[in-house]
């Protein structure tokens, strides 16, 4: 019993050894996306300074006020190489404190990740601009005067085509509207 223990044992030490040696940490899936937490005081040229060499990085994201970034290559293995590069790094202002994960593969192509940032097309952008100025020569006309329908005084009667339309105020709450034949 004691010998199928030992050897379970070398063969775990064997596996962890491989995954070290692979730059893939344990219960981790390689894939395009780089998942960096903890990056204290790292700019984006930075990181990408440390990882052109690795391959292409199509997209990368930094976000100092999470102390976070997310780098997508154009392929796993350029992400792969970007991983053992970045674990063995020193970055920042804490590099022992920082963890490189592998994220999730992007559902979108690259070419709808290039579009997902950006200003609407000028036909939709209303909600963003404000409206236009009118043009140089334009004079502004004398306005309307008040709407016909409304009366000066809510006693008199209101003349609709055929038809008379009577306020009274004699109620608190709203006015009486009455309609009578003209």
């Not at 060499?53 to 199509?58: I, L």
């Not at 329908?149 to 509207?177: G, R, Y």
Request: proline share 10%; with cysteine.
């Amino acid at each position: 019993m004691a010998m199928d223990e030992r050897e379970l044992f070398q063969a775990l030490t064997r596996a962890l050894e491989e995954v070290r040696v692979n730059g893939v940490p344990s219960g981790e899936e390689p894939s395009r996306v780089l998942s960096l937490q903890g990056l204290i005081g790292v700019s984006g040229e930075e990181l990408l300074d440390m990882v052109e060499e690795c391959g292409t990085v199509t997209h990368y994201v930094v976000t100092p006020g999470l102390a976070s970034a997310m780098l997508i290559f154009a392929t796993q293995r350029d992400a792969e190489a970007g991983h053992a590069r970045l674990r063995n790094a020193r970055l920042g202002e804490r590099p022992d404190e920082y963890v490189v994960k592998f994220g999730k593969n992007p559902t979108l192509s690259d070419e709808e990740l290039s579009r997902l940032l950006l200003v609407p097309p000028h036909k939709t952008n209303f909600l963003i601009s404000p409206p236009p100025s009118p043009p140089d020569d334009w004079i502004p006309g004398p306005e309307d005067g008040p709407n016909s329908l409304q009366a000066p005084d809510v006693d008199e009667p209101i003349v609709l085509d055929s038809h008379v339309v009577l306020l009274s105020t004699d109620s608190q709450d709203m006015p009486n509207i009455h309609f009578e034949p003209a």
